[in-house]
Each structure stands twice: as structure tokens, then as C-alpha cells.
């Protein structure tokens, strides 16, 4: 089966820690995303790639930074935590532009205390 | 700006029925629209994929219409079961490379 993971399913953090989120596609995909989830907010756009070592940033990158060393692993990284990033965290791969559909991982849940 | 806005009241509906949900933009031009399941807890799946010269597309028991006149799109689900409940996402494409979402319709299909 192929799949998107996401390292942790659940996350505690202090304010002002570095957080790293990390995700892994099998399927050779170019694309990547990380978008974050909030009840009423639906799902919002963090940063994504098209390709090793580029990024492009989405509608709310302030806070965050992102890294992609290779093609597999895209990593979201929070450079100091705050409660207002307390959130579900969503990874997500593609073909091309995305004609034949996003994977997603199943999710961080990040709890910033 | 850019909208996609889907009913935000959750759908009530009996087992065996038909559900309709529906996706309304604006200000997007997109080659094509896409479906997406989620449920609590869950990455999103996607479901379908319309593109802009299809006006309906069909897979099982879902169907799809994609009205870029009407800028809408309605998303079936022919006899309806319990396992359908869920929240059902819209998504379009814009210029750039990332999908939009809408904020969902939640289903709920009681026995």
C-alpha cells in the first residue's frame, strides 16, 4: 500500500522549543504539502514543494520553515513554539499537479503548552 | 479573494437515501475540482477528480457534477449507509501548485 507518514501521531511541546515534524512518501512523488487543521478553519497551507531542496509558501507560513534534502521526506519545522500553533498537522504528496489526487498522512496532533 | 464554500450545517440523512452536498467558488478558473472523505481524527482520501470539460464523473455508488457556468459542483451518494458518515471536503487547484479546501459538510446517515 502505498502511503504518506508522518513520524509522530501525537505531540506535547514547551513554548519556545524548535519543533520538527517529519513526513515520508513511498509513492516517488514531486509534490509535497503541509497544510494545519483547526475546527472551523478547515485545512490551511503551510509551505509546499515541487521538488528536492524547493519550497514555495503557502497562506500561513509566518512561524514555521520547512526542509526537503530528498525527494521522500518533507520536514515542517516550527522555530519556536507558541500555543497559537497548537494544531492538527497534515502531510500530503502528489503527482505532477496533483491531477490524480493528494495522499494524506494521518496527521500530527500538536499540543503546544 | 478566492472562496470555496461548502454547507456548513451537518447533513442528516436515513439509510438508503440519496446525499447531496454542494461546493460553490469564486474567483477560481480551475482545470479541475476534487473530492476528498475525512474522517474524525484522519488525513483526508481523496475520492474524485472532475476536470473542467467533464460534467459528471461516477465511481460506485458516488457521482459528481462540476457546472463552471454555475461555478458549482455536487457530490452524490446513491443509498446512503451508515459507513458514508464523514466529512466530505471540496478542493480546487489555484494558479499555483497546492489544492484549496473547503471547510467540509459533515454526514451523518443513521439507520
Known amino acids: 500500500d502505498v502511503k504518506v507518514t508522518q513520524s509522530s501521531r501525537y505531540l506535547v511541546k514547551r513554548t519556545g522549543e524548535k519543533v520538527f515534524l517529519e513526513c515520508v512518501q513511498d509513492?516517488?512523488?514531486?509534490?509535497m504539502f503541509w497544510y494545519r487543521q483547526d475546527p472551523g478553519l478547515g485545512l490551511r497551507l503551510i509551505y509546499f514543494?515541487?521538488?528536492?531542496?524547493?519550497?514555495e509558501k503557502g497562506d500561513i507560513p509566518e512561524g514555521y520553515s520547512v526542509s526537503r534534502e530528498k525527494k521522500e521526506r518533507f520536514s515542517l519545522i516550527l522555530e519556536s513554539a507558541s500555543t497559537n500553533q497548537t494544531s492538527m498537522y497534515l502531510c500530503?504528496?502528489?503527482?505532477?499537479?496533483?491531477?490524480?489526487?493528494?495522499?494524506f498522512g494521518s496527521g500530527t496532533r500538536l499540543t503546544v503548552v | 479573494s478566492q472562496k470555496i464554500e461548502q454547507n456548513s450545517e451537518a447533513l442528516n440523512i436515513q439509510e438508503g437515501k440519496t446525499a447531496t452536498l454542494t461546493c460553490n467558488y469564486t474567483?477560481?478558473?480551475?482545470?479541475?475540482l476534487q473530492w476528498y472523505r475525512q474522517d474524525p481524527g484522519r488525513g483526508p482520501v481523496f475520492l474524485l477528480l472532475i476536470r473542467e470539460n467533464e460534467k459528471e464523473k461516477r465511481k460506485e455508488r458516488l457521482k459528481v457534477t462540476f457546472d463552471t457556468t454555475l461555478k458549482q459542483s455536487l457530490f452524490h451518494i446513491t443509498a446512503s449507509q451508515p459507513a458514508d458518515s464523514a466529512t466530505y471536503l471540496c478542493a480546487l487547484e489555484d494558479s499555483g501548485y497546492a489544492l484549496n479546501f473547503g471547510k467540509g459538510t459533515s454526514l451523518l446517515v443513521t439507520p
Open positions: 500530503a504528496s502528489s503527482s505532477r499537479r496533483g491531477a490524480y489526487g493528494y495522499t
Open positions: 509513492m516517488d512523488h514531486e509534490n
Open positions: 474567483n477560481y478558473s480551475p482545470a479541475y
Open positions: 514543494s515541487y521538488d528536492v531542496k524547493m519550497k
